[in-house]
């Protein structure tokens, strides 16, 4: 059965960092691209990231390039998320999520976390 | 920046059918993916490509697109049915999300 469990979110000043983590099993994490996707209070999903099986190819959603870095550790089957220069609009649900189809990026999200908050606040 | 457009919300009586809709320049030359999402639970894939059932996902799903709109269609809705509903495609390396819809069922 497959698990992504996240961690690392918590409060933070605005302008600080934070690195949330997201543990996978149940499948071969390291055949699979990955996303982030968050949801703030209210509001739908934004796409955050997403990293592709083998860390070659990464891409980000506008409102965090240059901000936040995804990477990850297969050997350790964890996704990544660095999260730099925070402002109170990062405040959100953060969740990890697989790529459907192993070895691809541009396809549809195959299983999901439950997620981690993070509350950005002075 | 693409844009999907989704009605904010849905209501379907008991064991009638409900049509989810999903708004997109040209989108039936995308691939269209479709996500249910309960209170408190992880998201599930209940269609994508357009019309392709996840194992495990009723055949009550089905999907279907035309050249501007696609849709999700629940048929004999069950009170178990009762989510949000989020479309999405990829525009180049840019995922898009639908503003999602939230779907009663009476």
């Known amino acids: 059965q497959v698990h992504l469990v996240e961690s690392g979110g918590g409060v933070v000043q605005p302008g600080r960092s934070l690195r949330l983590s997201c543990v996978a099993s149940?499948?071969?994490?390291?055949?699979?691209?990955m996303h982030w996707v968050r949801q703030a209070p209210g509001k739908g999903l934004e796409w955050v990231a997403v990293?592709?099986?083998?860390?070659?190819?990464?891409y980000y959603g506008d409102s965090v390039k240059g901000r936040f870095t995804i990477s990850r550790e297969n050997s350790k089957n964890t996704l990544f998320l660095q999260m730099n220069s925070l402002r109170v609009e990062d405040t959100a649900v953060y969740y990890c999520?697989?790529?459907?189809?192993?070895?691809?990026?541009?396809?549809?999200?195959?299983?999901w976390g439950q997620g981690t908050m993070v509350t950005v606040s002075s | 920046s693409y844009e999907l457009t989704q009605p904010l919300s849905v209501s379907v009586a008991l064991g009638q059918t409900a049509r989810i809709t999903c708004e997109g320049n040209n989108i039936k030359n995308k691939d269209v993916h479709w996500y249910q999402w309960k209170p408190g639970q992880a998201p599930v894939l209940v269609m994508f490509r357009e019309s392709t059932r996840p194992s495990g996902i009723p055949e009550r799903f089905s999907g279907s697109a035309s050249e501007n709109t696609a849709a999700l269609t629940i048929n004999a809705a069950q009170v178990g049915d009762e989510a949000d509903y989020y479309c999405q495609v990829w525009d180049s390396t840019t995922v898009v999300f639908g503003g999602g819809t939230k779907v009663t069922v009476l």
């Open positions: 999520a697989s790529v459907l189809i192993r070895g691809v990026i541009l396809d549809a999200f195959g299983f």
């Open positions: 149940g499948f071969t994490f390291r055949s699979y691209g």
């Open positions: 990293i592709s099986y083998d860390g070659s190819e990464k």
